[in-house]
């Protein structure tokens, strides 16, 4: 984000700030829908278009296990401004420090981890287990990192593992354009979040983890690159 992108949606800050200190950490429900507002408001302040496509493939009961390109670091505001379905996301644990958006991601229940020991793999794995089992969403970048375009990095081998360990539906996400979100300057105005087709546990429970990966990763890769 620019400075003049900071001080466009500077005036949702103050609110933002205080319903995320005020809120009951534990409603996670009630603080999506929430939150879910916010995030419409900044991306359409920030002077973005927001599509959504592919909504009716929503499962109608959870657990759902949502898999996403990653493009830019505001990548969460898109994705929840257009899903009308409570998820919490698994992320990094470097981005529970940053001020606000950290807090922000506490309050619907997001698992922060240190990907970077055996220990801190091991609770993300199962703490995300456990939530699918109770029926409560999660949204994963399996790329681990931007890729800061439409090109996509390769996805992480293990990132499908809670999915098969909590027998949730995977729905993948494409994102196209939101890396423009953390652009100084761009021409771009429209982003779009699609909804790919739902997957059930029992269509994929047979397919190993690494083609099942490949196949996610290059069908959100052809929907990155047909950009409207």
């Known amino acids: 984000m620019t400075p003049f992108q900071v001080l466009r949606s500077a005036h949702l800050l103050p609110g933002a700030w205080l319903y995320a200190h005020r809120c009951d950490m534990e409603d996670w429900e009630k603080n999506y829908k ?20 592919g909504i009716e493939n929503l499962p109608e009961q959870g657990p759902i296990f949502f898999v996403s390109n990653h493009q830019g670091t505001l990548d969460p505001a898109p ?4 899903c009308p379905l409570p998820l919490a996301f698994v992320s990094k644990k470097e981005n529970e420090k940053i001020p606000l958006l950290g807090r922000l991601a506490l309050m619907i229940g997001t698992i922060h ?32 990192t931007r890729s800061k375009g439409d090109q996509m990095n390769e996805f992480k081998m293990g990132s499908l593992q809670p999915a ?6 995977i729905v993948p996400i494409t994102l196209q354009h939101c890396y423009a979100l953390d652009e100084r300057h761009t021409r771009i105005r429209s982003l779009k979040v699609i909804y790919g087709k739902a997957i059930p546990y029992e269509e994929y429970r047979a397919i190993k983890q690494e083609d099942l990966l490949k196949r996610l990763h290059d069908e959100i890769q052809q929907k990155a690159y047909a950009v409207q």
Do not use: C, W
């Open 113 to 144: 981890f240190d990907r970077d020991t055996r220990e801190g793999n091991v609770h993300m794995l199962r703490e995300s287990a456990r939530r699918l089992k109770q029926g409560k969403n999660l949204l994963i970048f399996p790329e681990g």
């Open 79 to 82: 994705i929840v401004a257009t």
């Open 34 to 53: 929430k939150l879910r507002v916010y995030s419409q408001k900044v991306v359409k302040a920030l002077g973005f278009q927001l599509q959504s496509e």
């Open 164 to 169: 098969y360990m909590g027998k949730a539906t």
